[in-house]
């Protein structure tokens, strides 16, 4: 495994700490549609389509884990300190990761420009990636407490609404949306900063 250099490390930390704020200021601004909105996501896809995939990948899977593991009244239900299963923490982590390693991938293969094109590939990415978290987490919960729910009854509470007005599924809507009008910009504009910022070798 090649060493993280000194930039690779600043930059995972820094990372890491503006998607967990934003994740946590979302809650506070939102904390009435929990879990409709969040930027949490679209953050770790542009941090990997950005600075590449061990950056991205890394900075999901330490966001994502921290953002469960600290107990907050905007966080996931199971977000208890010490109590949260592992077998969750994992999933987590691995979807968090999911997104930063998806935007390194796409990065080869599109180019970043203020195009229609663009704009709805993002879109898609994000309906996409968002699916796939929103599923797995569902059954990534039923796995890790298995006396709560089974993985079939996960997955219907998926696209059935019970605690909330909204089933979770609106979830992939939203973060569709999102990922159509934040990414293309906020990846313009990293691309404009000075060089030692905005190249990224670890592709």
């Known amino acids: 495994m090649p060493r993280l250099t000194t930039r690779q490390i600043t930059l995972i930390a820094a990372m890491s700490a503006v998607s967990i704020v934003v994740a946590?200021?979302?809650g506070l601004a939102l904390s009435s549609l929990p879990g409709v909105f969040e930027f949490m996501t679209v953050l770790i896809f542009v941090t990997g389509f950005c600075f590449g995939t061990t950056v991205g990948g890394a900075v999901g899977?330490?966001?994502l884990t921290i953002y469960m593991l600290i107990p907050s009244p905007f966080a996931h239900p199971a977000a208890w300190l010490f109590s949260t299963s592992p077998i969750l923490l994992a999933v987590m982590g691995l979807l968090g990761g999911m997104f930063g390693v998806a935007g390194a991938f796409l990065s080869k293969r599109i180019e970043s420009e203020r195009t229609s094109r663009f704009t709805l590939t993002l879109g898609i990415v994000g309906l996409v990636l968002t699916f796939v978290y929103d599923i797995m987490s569902s059954v990534g919960f039923a796995i890790a407490y298995p006396g709560w729910t089974t993985i079939r009854q996960a997955l219907w509470l998926t696209f059935v609404p019970l605690y909330y007005p909204w089933p979770p599924i609106v979830h992939t809507a939203s973060n569709a949306l999102i990922f159509a009008l934040v990414a293309p910009a906020l990846i313009i504009a990293i691309k404009?900063?000075?060089e030692p910022i905005s190249s990224s070798t670890d592709r």
């Open 24 to 26: 946590y200021s979302k």
């Open 61 to 63: 899977v330490i966001s």
């Open 192 to 194: 404009k900063l000075p």
